[in-house]
């Protein structure tokens, strides 16, 4: 059974700093792209980052670019966020989901496995 754990959220105040990690276990992730997805009260899940199966090909929102960054550890079966100049408006949940195959995907209907998520909060 896949099963996607993330940590590392927390409350940070504007202009802080967050590293996320999601743990995979049940299967291997070295074959599949990775993406973070974030959802706020009452909003849709939207895609923040994701990160090619080799390692070499990222992409990121337009609202996180610069300040994101994805990578991910096949080894360890591991994918990391870090998350600088934290700003109000990245307030939310934040989870971690397995992509359908290799390559950049950033449509989150296209992801087969999600994680439970974790609470990110940036205070003003």
């Known amino acids: 059974q896949v099963q996607l754990v993330e940590s590392g959220g927390g409350l940070v105040q504007a202009g802080g700093s967050l590293r996320l990690s999601c743990a995979a276990s049940?299967?291997?992730?070295?074959?599949?792209?990775m993406g973070w997805f974030r959802q706020a009260p009452e909003k849709e899940r939207e895609f923040v980052a994701t990160?090619?199966?080799?390692?070499?090909?990222?992409y990121y929102a337009d609202s996180v670019k610069g300040r994101f960054t994805i990578s991910r550890d096949n080894a360890k079966n591991m994918v990391y966020q870090q998350m600088n100049s934290l700003k109000p408006e990245d307030t939310a949940v934040y989870y971690c989901?397995?992509?359908?195959?290799?390559?950049?995907?950033?449509?989150?209907?296209?992801?087969?496995?999600w994680g439970q998520g974790t609470q990110v909060t940036v205070s003003s």
């Open positions: 989901a397995i992509g359908p195959y290799g390559g950049i995907v950033t449509l989150k209907e296209n992801y087969n496995y």
């Open positions: 049940g299967r291997s992730i070295s074959s599949n792209s």
């Open positions: 990160i090619s199966r080799s390692d070499r090909s990222t």
